[in-house]
């Protein structure tokens, strides 16, 4: 994996002899998809959906999936999301944003700027 493929951390502490941590964007994208379809009114697809989806978004593509840009430890997501039925599109979207943030800047202490929502498709329960 290429360097550009990685996030650099910020200093969690000020003992640098420890080392860099570094996390991949592969990892990002995972985490914001997890936080996205724990989220009520975001579709849940099936086993092999998932799968495929995952596999998309680790080779980087972004057809129906996350998009990140990192610049200085700061992070700014695109999300292509898949809505149920029945649901408020506007307020799972805004859920959305915020679960996707929250879980990044909780488990990786890089800042999320933004998470901009695309809904690209509706379907059933």
């Known amino acids: 994996m290429e360097t550009q493929d990685r996030v650099r951390m910020p200093p969690l ?3 640098k002899e420890q080392g ?3 996390i991949a964007e592969e990892v990002l994208t995972l985490i914001a998809w997890m ?3 724990d989220v009520p009114g975001v579709y849940d697809a099936h086993e092999d ?3 495929d989806f995952v596999g998309r978004l680790t080779r980087g593509g972004t057809s129906r999936g996350v998009t990140i840009h990192l610049e200085d430890g700061t992070a700014f997501f695109e999300v292509a999301m898949v809505g149920v039925y029945g649901y408020d599109l506007v307020s799972v979207a805004r859920a959305v944003q915020q679960a996707i943030k929250e879980a990044v800047e909780s488990m ?3 800042h999320v700027e933004r998470v901009d929502i695309t809904v690209v498709d ?3 329960s």
Request: net charge positive; proline share 6%; aromatic share 0%.
């Open 20 to 22: 860099e941590i570094k």
């Open 49 to 51: 959906d998932r799968r």
């Open 122 to 124: 509706v379907r059933p």
């Open 35 to 37: 936080a996205a379809r």
């Open 13 to 15: 502490d000020e003992n």
């Open 108 to 110: 990786t202490s890089i």
